[in-house]
Antibody
Framework: QGHLVESGGGLVKPGGSLRLSCATSGFTFTDYYMSWVRQAPGKGLEWVSY????????NYADSVKGRFTISTDNVKNLVFLQMDSLRAEDTAVYYC??????????????????WGRGTLVTVSS | DIQMTQSPSSLSASVGDRVTITCRASQSISSNLNWYLHKPGTAPKLLIY???SLQSGVPSRFSGSGSGTDFTLTITSVQPEDFATYSCQQSYSTPWTFGQGTKVEIK
């Protein structure tokens, strides 16, 4: 079935950096894409980034492009999110999410089929 | 970016009630629509993918329908463990976007 555990969250000052990790287990890591999704206090969910297992296909939300970097370790089955130049608006719970891709007839569907419990990032002076 | 709008933002229901949540996309997204359940402090859970496909292990009281711009999540007989926040998400084009969430509370 699978299991995801995020770590690395904490309190950081504006302009600072933080590196989140996601430990995965119970599934074949290289069969999936992996994503980061966040939820700011009182707000809805926001997709942040996704990566293929080898890192050949990566995409970012405009709100983090140029500041955040997603990467994977296919040996240890880990996913990382390096967050630089952090802003107050980056304050959120960050979730790691396994991302499945499947053809439904002529429709290519993407969906987050396994999530971690999240790690809280607070950006404040 | 594709905007996803859910209604209602919240609702109260009794155990056994039929609950319907709607999600509207700002442009056609074909059937690229997923539904999630989320409780505070826990991992979100996939319920429905590709608008109407039930995720493995999810009870059959959950169902999804729709295509294009209008979608519906239905719980035929809401159970105590179903009281949570439900979010729709489009995967038609990046940035993938979510609705603001619908909180289902006990009446």
């Amino acid at each position: 079935q699978g299991h995801l555990v995020e770590s690395g969250g904490g309190l950081v000052k504006p302009g600072g950096s933080l590196r989140l990790s996601c430990a995965t287990s119970g599934f074949t890591f290289t069969d999936y894409y992996m994503s980061w999704v966040r939820q700011a206090p009182g707000k809805g969910l926001e997709w942040v980034s996704y990566s293929s297992s080898g890192g050949s296909t990566i995409n970012y939300a405009d709100s983090v492009k140029g500041r955040f970097t997603i990467s994977t370790d296919n040996v240890k089955n880990l996913v990382f999110l390096q967050m630089d130049s952090l802003r107050a608006e980056d304050t959120a719970v960050y979730y790691c999410a396994r991302t499945s891709v499947k053809w439904f007839g002529d429709l290519l569907g993407w969906y987050f089929d396994l999530w971690g419990r999240g790690t809280l990032v607070t950006v404040s002076s | 970016d594709i905007q996803m709008t859910q209604s209602p933002s919240s609702l109260s229901a009794s155990v056994g009630d039929r609950v319907t949540i709607t999600c509207r996309a700002s442009q056609s997204i074909s059937s690229n629509l997923n539904w999630y359940l989320h409780k505070p402090g826990t991992a979100p859970k996939l319920l429905i993918y590709a608008a109407s496909s039930l995720q493995s292990g999810v009870p059959s009281r959950f169902s999804g329908s729709g295509s294009g711009t209008d979608f519906t999540l239905t719980i035929t007989s809401v159970q105590p463990e179903d009281f949570a926040t439900y979010s729709c998400q489009q995967s038609y084009s990046t940035p993938w976007t979510f609705g603001q969430g619908t909180k289902v509370e006990i009446k």
